[in-house]
């Protein structure tokens, strides 16, 4: 469907890219406009519009499509620039129209490219044909290609590829693991290698990406205090690296940072009283402080990060590292307040995606003396 002509040689990602899966909620952007320009330049995010949440009161969607997407364009360039990024749309919202009958993935490529945004769409193997059709208009105008999100079942599928090369030639192959059991890291490894080996030519495709996750749906089960949850997804990857066969193409790195891909508001909240809690990327888990119901002690605050900042086994960076240490340290020492509960996801992500990018740095700086 979408021929070789219509590629440019955009966007090839660089050894030691990091691809960070991310919905477009405020902490995200947020967390996304406040990294330094040299971790910007180190990132290509996969961003998904996310499903419209729905209004408990009111018992009905709280938004149509149309007030859902109406500002992502603008909004995308305002937090993004003009810095490469694939778009995709949640599978709930992707057959939708906007008040004038505009298609939405039309809406938003059209959108994007108005704003002098650089967006490669980004495409689910199992898209709603209106989505397929409005992402071939979107790649006919800009000659960006696509990316093909599929999941970790697809690639045992005899048909995948051949679905594949029937939507692209020479594009982005994005595989999303999701929240798998990795462990233990080898007997994920192994097979997963025979997989990609026998999948076919994976440097037929411009991009390799493996995008997965190990944050919990929910963080109930987290004990309040100082606790760990270990980060798999990373440490599996180290694994996978060390049993790919020579020749065989190195999938570029990619997560969901620190939200669950699932995650929604799919509760009311007026019937749920969230903990305070601070989530902070360390070299093989997260580390976590949780307390009590946030709204009636944000205080508790400000103890979360004096103790991030002073205990060694969270192996704080320094305030100079992130946006994100930025504030902790600050808070830790009362000069900044105690936020909301979207600015403390916001920099959690920002410290996670600057974590990452230095983690990545070093690993290359491991393979290439090894």
């Given at each position: ?79 993004w ?7 995709a ?6 057959s ?10 039309d ?5 994007l ?44 599928r ?23 059991n990795y ?10 290698v ?24 929910s ?53 749920v ?9 360390m ?15 944000r ?23 992130s ?24 920099v ?5 995606i ?17």
């Open positions: 469907m979408f021929g070789p002509s219509l590629l440019k040689t955009l966007m090839p990602l660089s050894s030691g890219a990091y691809v960070s899966a991310l919905r477009w909620r405020q902490a995200e952007y947020q967390a996304l406009l406040r990294l330094s320009e040299s971790v910007k330049d180190r990132i290509v995010p996969l961003i998904t519009i996310p499903p419209i949440e729905f209004d408990f009161e009111k018992e009905k969607l709280s938004k149509s499509v149309h007030e859902h997407v109406q500002h992502f364009p603008e909004r995308f360039f305002q937090k620039d003009a810095r490469p990024a694939w778009v749309l949640d599978e709930t919202i992707e939708g129209c906007m008040e004038d009958g505009k298609h939405v993935g809406y938003v490529f059209d959108g490219r108005n704003f002098g945004a650089i967006s490669i769409p980004a495409l689910r193997l199992s898209a709603h044909p209106s989505m397929t059709a409005a992402v071939a208009r979107a790649v006919a105008f800009d000659g960006h290609g696509i990316a093909v999100i599929t999941q970790l079942e697809d690639l045992t005899s048909d995948t590829r051949a679905r594949v090369l029937g939507l692209v030639h020479e594009a982005d192959f994005n595989i999303d693991l999701g929240r798998p462990e233990p890291y080898i007997s994920f490894a192994i097979p997963l025979r997989t990609l080996r026998n999948f076919g030519n994976l440097d037929s495709f411009r991009n390799l990406v493996l995008i997965g996750t190990a944050i919990p749906e963080m109930k089960l987290i004990a309040r205090g100082s606790d760990e949850i270990p980060r798999h997804d990373w440490l599996f990857y180290r694994v996978l690296l060390s049993k790919l066969p020579p020749g065989l193409r190195r999938p570029a790195y990619g997560d969901h940072t620190i939200v669950h891909p699932g995650f929604t508001a799919t509760m009311d909240m007026r019937m009283r969230p903990a305070g809690k601070v989530l902070y990327t070299s093989k888990a997260w580390g976590t402080r949780k307390g009590g119901a946030f709204v009636a002690d205080l508790q605050m400000h103890n979360h990060c004096s103790i991030i900042v002073t205990d060694p086994k969270f192996e704080f960076r320094g305030k100079g590292f946006y994100g240490d930025e504030y902790i340290a600050g808070c830790a020492v009362r000069e900044n307040g105690t936020g909301n509960q979207t600015r403390w996801k916001e959690g992500i920002n410290h996670h600057t974590t990452v990018v230095d983690d990545l740095a070093k690993l290359n700086a491991e393979t290439s003396t090894a």
